[in-house]
C-alpha cells in the first residue's frame, strides 16, 4: 500500500527567499540556484527529522526551469566575454539540485528532472505512477514528487510525499484508478492546492487525476 | 504485476554516422576524427553530426527524423521519453538578443515528437545532465514493467551549442586536443552531438533491459567522489536487480570521458565491485564524443549495434595506461558474443546511472 504523508504548497517572493533559507538552516545556501533552494526548503517541510535518513527517491518537474538562469547564461555567453562565470553555468543544470538538498536529506538516493512542455498542463500523473511503481518494488522507502517553478516574480513549490511504510498518520492512500466514483482533477501544476483541500473536507470519494493522453497512468487517491 | 522489458530497434545520428550500424562499422574501424569549435581565442576538438547543413533547426530537424526512419513503423500513441541537457538552447542562441526562450522549458519535445510523428501524445522530458537518458529509460522502463504501457520511445537529443561549450570551459573540463580515456595523459573530455532514439517494448526481443538504476554522487556538483564508493554502490544496486554476480558481466561500456577525476572515481569504483578482474572495457566517448543528456541512448544504441555485429571495438585515445587507475580499456577489436553488458555513466551535476542488457538466448 502506497501512502500520502504530505500534501503541501510554499510561495515565495524571490526576494524572501534567503530569508527562508536561513530561517529554517540556520545558514544561507550559498550560491546555489534559487529552485535548488526551494527543493530544500520543500523538502525538509515534508520530511520529518527522523526520515530525512530513509531510502528516499526526488522526482520533481518544472514549467520554468532554470529560465532566468539560462537567460543569464545566454547574455554572458553570447553578449558579454563568451566566458561565463562558472556559478552562472551551474545554475542552468537543475540536476544539481539533488546535491544541495543531500546534506539534508541523507537517504537521497536518485533524483530527476522533468521538464514540462507545457505551460498549461503537468505530469503529476507520470511523477505519481513511477513513485507508485518504485514504492511497491521496494526501490525505495519514501518518494517526494515536486512541481518547482522560479519566475521573476514568485516561486512556487508544490509537494506530495509519499512512503510505503505509514507513520500512523496518513491521511490517504495512493492507488491506480478504480472504476468507483471518484472526484476528477486535471494535471495541473498546482495540483497538491486540491490534494490539501481534499483532505482538508470530510472523508468522501476518492480523488481522481486522470490525465486523457495517458489513461493507464490514472491514479487516485482514497482517505484512509 | 512486473514483466520483462526488452530493447528494439534503435536509430542513432552522431559523428560517427547516421545510423547505428553505420556507426558499428566506424567503430570497428577504428575511426575517431573530429572537428573544432571555436569559443573566444581559444578552440576545443569538438564531434558534430556528419551533416552539411548549417541552420540549426533544418539540422535538428533530419536528424530526428533520420533516426526515426531507423526506428520502423511506430503507433503515433506512442509514449516518447524525451531526454536533453540543453533541448533548444542551441537554436536561442541563433536568433538576435535579447535572447528569449519559451515559458514551458521543454517545449521543444513537442517539435521533437512531431519530427517522429509521436505527437499524438504530449512527450515526456528528462534533464538530468549526463544521465538523463537513463533516467528517461528507467522511467519508460518502470511504466512497461507495471503493465501501464505497452511501448515506449526513449529519445536523447544534444545538439550544437555555445552555451554548454562555454560553461565547461569556464570549468576547465574540456580537453584542448582530444579524449582518451583511462589514459595517463588524459586531460579533459571532449563534446559532442547526438540523436538517438531506442525502442522499449513488452515484446521479447533479443535484448533485455535487465536492470538500470540512478542514484547520486552529492561529493560535488562537478565530479564525483575520487573513492568511488558512491559509484561502487550503484553498480552492486544494478546488479543485485539484475540478479546477477560482477563476474557475469561480460563487457562494460565505461562512463570515460577522459576526465582526470571522473575516470579515477569510475576505476576505483569498478575495483570495489569487479574483484576478481573486470571484463573487456570500453568507452566510446573518445569515438564520437561525450554527448551529454543523449550520451546515455546514443552509446546504449552504439554498443548494442557493435554486439549484434559480435565485436567490440578498441577504445579510441587509449595510449598509454596510468597506474594510479590500474585498469585499462580495449586496446584492440576483437569479435566476441556478449551475453551480459553493463553500461555506466557519472553524470555532471551528480547524477549517477547504470544500466545492464541481456542477450536473450
Not at chain 1, 533524483?111 to 513513485?131: F, K
Not at chain 2, 567503430?27 to 569538438?46: I, V, Y
Not at chain 2, 569498478?270 to 543528456?293: D, N
Request: proline share 8%; aromatic share 6%.
Amino acid at each position: 500500500m502506497i501512502h500520502l504523508d504530505t500534501a503541501l504548497s510554499q510561495q515565495f517572493v524571490p526576494a524572501d527567499l534567503p530569508t527562508a533559507v536561513r530561517s529554517l538552516l540556520g545558514k544561507p545556501l550559498r550560491r546555489a540556484p534559487a529552485l535548488a533552494q526551494l527543493a530544500v526548503l520543500g523538502a525538509l517541510a515534508c520530511l520529518p527529522a527522523e526520515r530525512r535518513g530513509r531510502p528516499t527517491a526526488l522526482l520533481w518537474q518544472s514549467t520554468s526551469g532554470p529560465r532566468l538562469e539560462t537567460l543569464e547564461l545566454l547574455d554572458e555567453v553570447c553578449q558579454g566575454s563568451g566566458e561565463p562565470l562558472p556559478f552562472t553555468f551551474l545554475a542552468t543544470v537543475p540536476a544539481s539540485a539533488a546535491v544541495q538538498l543531500h546534506p539534508f536529506v541523507p537517504g537521497l538516493r536518485t533524483a530527476s528532472t522533468l521538464p514540462l512542455e507545457s505551460e498549461q498542463a503537468a505530469n503529476w500523473h507520470l511523477l505519481l505512477s513511477i513513485a507508485a511503481n518504485w514504492l511497491n518494488e521496494g526501490r525505495y522507502e519514501q518518494v517526494l514528487c515536486a512541481h518547482l517553478d522560479h519566475w521573476s516574480d514568485s516561486l512556487n513549490g508544490h509537494w506530495l510525499a509519499l512512503s510505503a511504510t505509514t507513520s500512523g498518520s496518513a491521511p490517504a492512500t495512493l492507488r491506480a484508478a478504480t472504476g468507483e466514483a471518484a472526484i476528477q482533477l486535471a494535471d495541473t501544476p498546482d495540483f497538491p492546492v486540491a490534494v490539501a483541500r481534499w483532505l482538508a473536507e470530510a472523508p468522501g470519494q476518492p480523488l481522481r487525476l486522470h490525465s486523457p493522453a495517458a489513461p493507464g497512468l490514472a491514479v487516485e487517491f482514497a482517505r484512509t | 504485476m512486473r514483466r520483462p522489458v526488452y530493447l528494439g530497434a534503435s536509430g542513432l545520428v552522431c559523428a560517427r554516422g547516421h545510423t547505428p550500424a553505420v556507426v558499428s562499422t566506424a567503430l570497428r574501424a577504428g575511426e575517431c576524427s573530429s572537428s573544432w569549435r571555436l569559443h573566444g581565442n581559444r578552440r576545443f576538438p569538438w564531434f558534430a553530426l556528419p551533416l552539411d547543413e548549417t541552420d540549426w533547426l533544418e539540422r535538428a530537424a533530419w536528424a530526428v527524423r533520420q533516426v526515426g526512419e531507423s526506428l520502423g513503423p511506430l503507433a503515433s500513441a506512442t509514449p516518447l521519453f524525451v531526454a536533453s541537457s540543453s533541448f533548444q538552447v542551441g537554436l536561442c542562441e541563433t536568433r538576435p538578443p535579447p535572447y528569449e526562450l519559451p515559458v514551458a522549458n521543454a517545449s521543444f519535445s513537442r517539435q521533437l515528437a512531431t519530427w517522429l510523428r509521436l505527437d499524438e501524445i504530449p512527450p515526456y522530458s528528462f534533464s538530468n545532465a549526463c544521465i538523463s537518458g537513463f533516467s528517461a529509460i528507467d522511467a519508460a522502463r518502470s511504466l512497461i514493467a507495471a503493465g501501464q504501457i505497452d511501448e515506449a520511445v526513449v529519445l536523447g537529443c544534444e545538439l550544437a551549442n555555445a552555451s554548454t561549450l562555454a560553461g565547461f570551459a569556464a570549468l576547465e573540463l574540456l580537453s584542448p586536443t582530444a579524449c582518451r580515456p583511462f589514459d595517463r595523459d588524459r586531460d579533459g573530455l571532449v563534446l559532442g552531438e547526438a540523436v538517438a532514439a531506442i525502442r522499449l517494448s513488452a515484446t521479447p526481443t533479443p535484448w533485455r533491459l535487465a536492470a538500470v538504476r540512478t542514484g547520486i554522487d552529492a561529493w560535488s556538483i562537478t565530479g564525483p567522489d575520487p573513492d568511488g564508493s558512491p559509484i561502487a554502490e550503484l553498480l552492486g544496486e544494478c546488479l543485485h536487480e539484475a540478479g546477477l554476480q560482477a563476474s557475469d558481466i561480460d563487457l562494460i561500456k565505461l562512463q570515460a570521458a577522459g576526465s582526470p577525476g571522473t575516470d579515477l572515481a569510475e576505476a576505483n569504483a569498478l575495483r570495489q565491485i569487479f574483484t576478481t578482474g573486470t571484463p573487456p572495457l570500453l568507452s566510446l566517448k573518445s569515438a564520437f564524443g561525450h554527448t551529454l543528456g543523449a550520451s546515455g541512448v546514443a552509446e546504449l544504441a552504439a554498443l548494442l549495434a557493435c554486439l549484434d555485429d559480435r565485436q567490440i571495438p578498441a577504445t579510441a585515445g587509449f595510449v598509454t595506461p596510468d597506474p594510479q587507475l590500474a585498469l585499462q580499456p580495449t586496446t584492440a577489436g576483437r569479435q566476441q558474443t556478449v551475453r551480459h553488458a553493463l553500461l555506466n555513466l557519472i553524470g555532471f551535476g551528480g547524477g549517477l546511472g547504470c544500466l545492464i542488457v541481456a542477450h536473450e538466448r
